[in-house]
């Protein structure tokens, strides 16, 4: 089992739609939980990072992790065609520096 | 500033040749990461650089892999005898130093052992 799981989609959602991205882990010392973007052919960026449990927004996206069931979101409103990209989760643990990745999930957005 | 930059951007050899990656992270940055992304496999780690050292190889899938980092600087992943099996996007990053610090992912390199 993978330390950490996430539905590789593809998701195909209409433009406008809320949508929900999400992640499962099994390392309970992960500590540092963050949503990477990545379009095609390019590398990955930061879109979103946070410490504990709850939830955390900017602008149209809210990361949101629930430690005790070990699961983390991100949620897209009003969804547009540019958000149509790969999202990956990633976690480091404690004092560490090395990211786990989820293998992401590729999200497209129809106008 | 610059970002993380690769070369080449793409690369197509044959089975058995060596390939020679190369990573320029942001200008002060001391840590430096390289990834593979292979289809459908997310990110796997391969080695970390502080600095000129290495503290951290573990994520090197065999010793066909290397890597070195001069000046603190520049890296270079070289791949010896490649094997088709080696294709994918070989991804660069680098951060300030230090855990929780963002990495900064270059564009890639993708790797085609034919």
């Known amino acids: 089992q993978k330390e950490v799981e996430q539905d590789p989609g593809p998701l195909s959602v209409p433009e406008g739609a809320i949508v929900s991205l999400n992640c499962t882990y099994s390392?309970?010392?992960?500590?540092?939980f963050m949503w990477y973007r990545q379009y095609s052919r390019k590398g990955p960026e930061l879109l979103m990072y946070t410490y504990s449990s709850g939830n955390k927004e900017d602008g149209r996206f809210t990361a949101q992790v629930d430690k005790s069931s070990k699961y983390i979101s991100l949620f897209i409103r009003d969804s547009q065609p540019s958000d149509s990209a790969t999202y990956l989760c990633a976690m480091e643990g404690s004092g560490t520096y090395k990211y786990i990745f989820g293998t992401g999930t590729r999200l497209k957005v129809l106008a | 500033g610059a970002g993380v930059s690769q070369s080449p951007s793409n690369k197509v050899t044959e089975k058995g040749k060596d390939v020679e990656l190369r990573c320029d992270p942001i200008?002060?940055?001391?840590?430096l990461y390289w990834y593979r992304q292979s289809l459908g496999q997310g990110l796997e780690f391969l080695i970390y650089?502080?600095?000129?050292?290495?503290?951290?190889k573990s994520g090197l899938p065999s010793d066909r892999f290397s890597a070195e980092r001069t000046g603190g600087s520049v890296s270079t992943l070289t791949i010896q005898r490649t094997q088709q099996e080696d294709s994918a996007v070989y991804l660069c990053?680098?951060?300030?130093?230090?855990?929780?610090?963002?990495?900064?992912f270059g564009p890639g390199t993708r790797l085609l052992v034919l």
């Open positions: 200008s002060g940055h001391t840590a």
């Open positions: 650089f502080q600095g000129n050292s290495a503290p951290d």
């Open positions: 990053a680098s951060s300030w130093g230090g855990a929780q610090e963002t990495q900064y």
């Open positions: 390392n309970s010392a992960f500590q540092y």
